[in-house]
């Protein structure tokens, strides 16, 4: 992944110019002092947009709560009491079994 500053052109271009005068001998306080003022004349980087960098965020920010949910679920899975003698399918067949209006008014025929 490229950071933003790397991807910034005319922060770039001040770097370089300020590396450049730093090579031709005008060393001192006076060159760091205007490759500084020039950083900050281009101001802060704009927000990087896209749906890729904006879901790499959301993803890191939800990973550490998806995480622990699955544990604690995980934990009341196992501490969960399993009780054999009950009979789901049973219960299932019960609720599929309700009367119907026909039944209810005696209306059979």
Request: with cysteine; hydrophobic share 45%; net charge negative.
């Amino acid at each position: 992944m490229r950071s933003r500053v790397s991807e910034n052109e005319s922060l770039k271009t001040a770097l370089r110019e300020a590396h450049s005068a730093k090579g031709r001998g005008k060393t001192g306080e006076e060159w760091q002092s205007r490759a500084i003022m020039r950083i900050r004349q281009i101001g802060p980087l704009r927000p990087a947009a896209g749906f890729w960098p904006a879901f790499e965020s959301m993803v890191w920010r939800l990973a550490p709560v998806s995480c622990l949910l699955v544990l604690v679920l995980a934990f009341f899975f196992v501490n969960m009491e399993l009780d054999v003698d009950s009979d789901y399918l049973g219960t299932m067949a019960a609720e599929m079994e309700k009367p119907s209006l026909v039944e209810l008014f005696d209306l059979e025929g």
